[in-house]
């Protein structure tokens, strides 16, 4: 496809239940984006990669979450012993170059929800 | 840090209405500014952009001007349609330091009626 894609795109997981996020980004696309996205709030930067590497973390909120892109192209969000307040839509996003005047595309999420 | 403060919807307009709905933001050196929407059940999409002050971005009927002076990039559009109706959030990167990482305001909520 000629977008970015994400699955699943909902996922409801137990208290505790480990879960894994993916992404694809657009070919090509140098810059991958993980953002959180908490009901009525903008997206929240969580963690960001050029290429293979993972230049930036400071977003994620806890030693739970871990993302990886191996061979710099599609990309997972894992978050370890779910808790309550991890429900929120996820969102990936690419870009073709890292810089501030490029257009991110974003995926359409991964609504998370946590029992 | 960085911030960006969008009015609070939901804005409710008649179709063919004038809109305005107002960003400003916090930031040091100068950023580029943006304005995202996203339709109900997707993901966000660049509506306009402008990367220094007194840029005017435009698209789809839709302008924002880099106001550095009062620190503002509000969205307008001279008259909307149904299709219009969709959350805009209005976003900044590149202030001082050369941060990449966007910064988003809560989004306003747009909902336009026949």
């Known amino acids: 496809g000629a977008g970015v894609s994400q699955s699943p795109r909902y996922k409801v997981a137990k208290r505790g239940q480990d879960v894994a996020l993916r992404c694809d980004p657009i070919?090509?696309?140098?810059?991958l984006f993980w953002y959180q996205q908490a009901l009525g709030q903008g997206p929240e930067f969580l963690t960001y990669?050029?290429?293979?590497?993972?230049?930036?973390k400071s977003g994620l909120p806890s030693d739970r979450f871990f993302a990886e892109r191996p061979e710099g192209s599609v990309s997972t969000l894992k978050i370890q012993r779910t808790q309550q307040e991890d429900s929120a839509v996820y969102l990936c996003?690419?870009?073709?170059?890292?810089?501030?005047?490029?257009?991110?595309?974003f995926g359409p999420g991964t609504r998370l929800t946590v029992l | 840090g960085n911030s960006v403060t969008q009015m609070e919807g939901p804005v409710t307009l008649s179709e063919e209405a004038f809109l305005t709905i107002n960003c400003t933001y916090t930031?040091?050196?100068?950023?580029?500014l943006f304005w995202y929407v996203q339709y109900p059940g997707e993901g966000l999409q660049l509506l306009l952009k402008?990367?220094?002050?007194?840029d005017k971005g435009s698209n789809k009927g839709f302008e924002a001007t880099y106001r550095k002076e009062t620190t503002s990039f509000h969205l307008e559009k001279g008259s909307v349609q149904v299709s219009d109706s969709a959350v805009y959030f209005c976003?900044?990167?590149?202030?001082?330091?050369?941060?990449?990482?966007?910064?988003f305001g809560r989004g306003t909520s747009l909902i336009v009626h026949p």
């Open positions: 996003a690419s870009s073709n170059r890292d810089s501030s005047y490029n257009e991110q595309f």
């Open positions: 070919s090509g696309h140098v810059s």
């Open positions: 990669f050029q290429n293979e590497a993972q230049l930036d």
């Open positions: 930031a040091t050196g100068y950023p580029s």
């Open positions: 402008a990367t220094k002050a007194d």
């Open positions: 976003a900044l990167s590149g202030s001082s330091g050369g941060s990449y990482i966007p910064t």
